[in-house]
């Protein structure tokens, strides 16, 4: 017999992609069956590594600055600073601080309206162009840590509106079942007499006065036992 020879596959060069072998989770440092450990990886905020001094001088710095062209201003080529405009109509400025995003500055939307006569003063006029820039600032808490109490409360909410509504299926397809049954007891004592459903609906009186017998046996049986162990319980304190 002749044996087929296998292919030589040549291994990928490179540095190999993120996976979820090399990700850290709740059991520790990930391991192969070779018993080779992985390295381990893991994801900051840029802006969390900046020290103290640092943050406290961009802050100071940008408290100044309130419009574009003091934005466009700022970089000289020597301070660290950098302005990158993001869209072509130069509204939106990013600004850096040696290489770590601090601050986006954005120019609101302006209407001009034209007065016709007869109309009335606006009050809420823009006097001053620079109230057009708003100043986002990029080192402070992310947008769910900010709101931490009502995100995690309309989480909870969410959770429990599915719940209500998986309950809300379940009885509906529960009531539909005892429609049809309904429908389909209606239809046979239909084709029955007189005699016969008068029959039927005193073995359903007896039936329910039985469960209800029952039901009250069962009621009085587990209030003596309540009673003894109250009784047994008042008896070993009076012992210790």
Known sequence: MKVKKRKFKRPRAGLRGLSKS?????AG????????YDALRYTVLTCSTISSLDREFIEAKL???TNGAQVKNLPDGKNGWNCLTLDPMGRALLISYRGIECALFYQRQLTENKLLPGDRFPESVLKDPQDAWQRLDLLGKSAKQANIILTNKQFTLEEENKVLNQRVKTLEELNGQLETKAFEAEDIMSWLTLKEQA??????????????????KKKERIAKELERKKKRRKRGKRKK
């Open 22 to 26: 090399s990700i850290v989770g709740y």
């Open 29 to 36: 440092v990930p391991v192969h069956g070779t018993g080779v």
């Open 63 to 65: 408290k100044t600055i």
């Open 199 to 216: 029959k039927v609906r005193k073995r359903v009186r007896t039936n329910n006065k039985r469960q209800a017998f029952l039901l009250s």
